[in-house]
């Protein structure tokens, strides 16, 4: 069985500040606001939602499939899917845009500041959901506007159990389209501000999002995840990191390993489990695809 992934393909500029961001901005001179950072440090990764959620599940040995779009600079994008066994079938090419670009900053406390260019991610809803046999399983990750909410609307007409993790897309959607989302959705993963921010615009808590849907998952970073299940929720505690290098990609590694669990038919805490794992693994290496994933991770599981 397959995953298709719906969301980005994007090459990450990462560049760490050897400072605090709290110690170089004044919050009564915000409205003026003119600053620089000096980086000692930048590297190019590939990235993206859907290329670091692939990423993670290709390494723990699933067929994961991205839907996304990529520029006229995909072109090492899509030679590295290649060398990873990762199918490119749904992944678009947009002659007259670059790929998505991302500039992620991050200080010695781990905050990050990121300016994002979505390029060819805007043209993400020329792909369509396929009624293909084989493909069991999706996710609505951070993309395109409309690029959410057509794929959203097709892997329900598709009959196609689809996890909806808005992310820093959340913003982009009011009340009335997240509970649309909600509505079609069998599980939602957001991190804590994300949650708060859900609950907000839909009118509802956790709680009772949680009885419209399979599973919600809240992401609690070093204390781990909480999971509710018709309205019940349940601690999943954190995995100690080795040692805390590059946050970057971390929700997208965790991610992965839900949907991993969630294709081998696992409950719910035992997929999180396996995340909050592969999260902490991830947290050690620098870069969103540079970790190594060994047997024993998944004789842990």
């Not at 901005?25 to 590939?46: A, K, T």
């Not at 995840?225 to 290098?245: N, Q, T, Y």
Request: aromatic share 8%.
């Amino acid at each position: 069985m397959a995953t298709l992934i719906c969301g980005s393909l994007a090459f990450d500029t990462i560049m760490d500040f050897e400072g605090r961001f709290a110690q170089q901005i004044l919050p009564e001179q915000l409205h003026i606001l003119n600053v620089s950072f000096l980086v000692p440090s930048l590297r190019r990764d590939f990235g993206g939602c859907a290329g670091n959620i692939a990423y993670a599940m290709r390494a723990l040995g699933a067929t994961p499939l991205p839907m996304a779009a990529v520029g006229n600079d995909g072109g090492d994008y899509l030679q590295r899917l290649c060398a990873l066994g990762i199918g490119a079938d749904y992944v678009l090419q947009v002659a007259d845009a670059y790929t998505a670009q991302a500039m992620i900053m991050t200080d010695r406390d781990n905050n990050q500041i990121t300016a994002f260019h979505p390029g060819a991610m805007m043209q993400a809803h020329r792909n369509r959901v396929p009624a293909r046999a084989g493909i069991g399983l999706g996710i609505i990750s951070p993309d395109g506007r409309q690029a959410m909410i057509e794929h959203a609307e097709q892997f329900h007409a598709a009959g196609i159990p689809f996890v909806f993790d808005p992310g820093q897309g959340l913003p982009m959607f009011d009340g009335a389209e997240l509970n649309h989302f909600v509505d079609l959705a069998d599980w939602i993963t957001v991190n804590d501000y994300e949650g708060r921010l859900l609950c907000d615009r839909t009118g509802e808590e956790l709680h009772a999002l949680s009885r419209r849907v399979r599973g919600l998952v809240v992401t609690l970073g070093g204390d781990g995840c909480d999971i509710w299940e018709h309205g019940v929720r349940r601690r999943v505690p954190a995995v100690p990191a080795a040692r805390v290098a590059d946050p970057t990609g971390c929700g997208d590694a965790w991610r992965g390993a839900l949907l991993y669990g969630l294709e081998q038919g696992w409950e719910l805490a035992r997929c999180a489990a396996l995340g909050n794992r592969l999260g902490a693994i991830k947290i050690a290496a620098r870069g969103p695809q540079n970790y190594t994933v060994d047997a024993s991770v998944l004789a842990q599981a």
